[in-house]
């Protein structure tokens, strides 16, 4: 008996001639094996390889402030040592009577004596970024006839002023600090002469002298203000800034500084200090491990071109979250979902060319053999959230075709929103520790009398990324480091 040729593509009848029903069952059998075989080597296909990104120190563009300070009473107590206690002595004849007496003319002279001297300390105060400098003095002068017919004439006066100096600090390229003086007289009570009724002002007989000293005491005040020695501090600061900083111990991170350029930032006052700043320029890189290889200090470069004030101060801080961190919060996640006819008996995470695979071993909750179940790869990426401080999955999706049996678990999608809401890590603790030890390590005693203050304040995700051991965001941390000398 013969069949028709689409008979093979229905069931054949339990009647049908062993030898065609065997030949049909054969190849049914060929059918299901070479299907098995599809499904695993598909399977075995499937799986991402593992690939973690590569760890190379994380570097970005940085600045720097080093400020030399100086105490303004010890700078007036300096310039105080090269002031006379008298500044002028006056010796003077002058016309001090022009007067008509009956029909004469009556001109008389007096002679003029007296003397101006310093009656307290030089004080000095900043405001912003000018210095203001005060010396106050007290004059006596006395005035007598010169001749017989005169000779009753007399008077004399006292007055106290201040002598007031405003100078604007200025940094020269060659290093050399230039106070731009300016000077004025600011009298309390003007010095005036009252003789037979004429009032004579004698400040403009003591003022050139007193001009006189104030020309010498620009001159060292200048001299003193040189002697501070900008540049071989600025110098030391610099070599100093090279040297790398330990930020933290668990796991060791390294802060490598490399200045390249130096500008002038100015020159700021207060009550008591004089400072003047310099912004360096150059790479701030963190490693973590062991410490960077020594960087040669190069010399200090020539000043460039002004800035108003030194910029902020970058660092990347890398925060490690542990695979098995993320492993355990998906196996929350999915011990927390609606149980059915299939469960996840292990769950895997690692990294895989720049994505995050989570492998999960899918087998039938009446399986008693443990070692049972089928392979299923997620991948995705990873979001983290600063403002949060949360890190979690996103863009996760099923690798291939999952075998018949184990598909139903993402059938709806169901367990891959839970987990894409769900699996989340919080960094928040970790970074907060690295952010206290880092602001701990940056402030600390330098060598020479140097020290240097770190202060960051805020931070925002740079980049994330998958190496070998954990998870690693990367956060750009913004805030001011100083190198200071003096107070």
């Known amino acids: 008996m013969t069949y028709p040729l689409s008979t093979t593509r229905r069931q054949l009848p339990c009647n049908s001639p062993p030898l065609i029903a065997s030949v049909h069952f054969a190849r049914r059998c060929v059918a299901a094996i070479g299907f098995s075989c599809l499904v695993s080597g598909a399977l075995a296909a499937e799986k991402p390889p ?28 300096a310039i105080e040592q090269d002031i006379p206690r008298r500044l002028a002595t006056i010796d003077e004849r002058i016309s001090c009577v022009h007067r008509r007496v009956l029909a004469f ?107 006189t000293q104030l020309a010498r005491i620009r001159s060292r005040a200048l001299a003193a203000a040189r002697r501070l020695d900008l540049h071989d501090k600025a110098a030391t600061a610099w070599q100093q800034a090279f040297e790398p900083i330990k930020l933290a111990d668990t796991p060791e991170i390294w802060l490598q500084l490399t200045p390249q350029s130096a500008a002038f930032a100015g020159v700021r006052a207060n009550a008591k200090i004089l400072s003047g700043s310099l912004e360096l320029s150059g790479s701030a890189t963190t490693t973590i491990g062991q410490a960077p290889p020594a960087v040669t200090p190069t010399a200090l470069p020539p000043l460039g071109t002004d800035v108003s004030e030194p910029g902020t101060f970058d660092v990347i801080l890398p925060i490690l979250v542990s695979y098995d961190v993320l492993r355990d919060k998906i196996v929350q996640v999915i011990d927390a979902a609606p149980k059915g006819e ?110 240097m203050e770190g202060r960051l304040t805020s931070a925002k995700l740079d980049k994330v990324l998958l190496p070998a051991d954990g998870i690693s965001i990367a956060l750009r941390a913004s805030g001011e480091l100083k190198i200071l000398y003096g107070l």
């Open 105 to 211: 003319r009556v001109n008389a002279n007096c002679d003029v004596s007296g003397f101006v001297e310093r009656s307290g300390p030089v004080s000095l105060y900043g405001r912003g970024n000018r210095v203001y400098g005060a010396v106050p003095i007290h004059g006596e002068i006395e005035g007598q006839g010169s001749n017989r017919f005169t000779a009753r004439i007399h008077g004399e006066t006292e007055a106290s002023a201040t002598i007031e100096a405003e100078a604007r600090p200025q940094l020269l390229r060659d290093w050399s600090l230039d106070l731009n003086f300016s000077d004025g007289f600011r009298w309390s009570e003007p010095p005036i002469l009252h003789v037979l009724g004429r009032d004579i002002p004698l400040a403009k007989y003591a003022e050139p002298r007193m001009r």
């Open 342 to 451: 299939n469960v996840v008996r292990e769950v895997q995470v690692y990294p895989s060319s720049g994505k995050l695979v989570i492998g999960l071993r899918i087998a039938k909750a009446s399986e008693t053999d443990a070692a049972a179940g089928e392979w299923v790869y997620l991948s995705g990426a990873l979001d983290a959230d600063t403002g949060k401080q949360t890190v979690r999955l996103s863009d996760l999706s099923v690798q291939g075709v999952p075998v018949s049996g184990i598909g139903a678990m993402f059938a709806d999608n169901a367990l891959l929103g839970r987990l894409k809401e769900q699996a989340y890590v919080s960094y928040g603790v970790a970074y907060q520790n690295l952010l206290n030890a880092a602001n701990q390590r940056l402030t600390r005693p330098l060598k020479n009398g140097y020290r």
């Open 50 to 77: 593992l690939s973690p990104d590569s760890t190379a120190p994380l570097a970005t563009p940085s600045r720097i402030s080093a400020t030399i300070e100086f105490g303004l009473p010890a700078l007036a107590s």
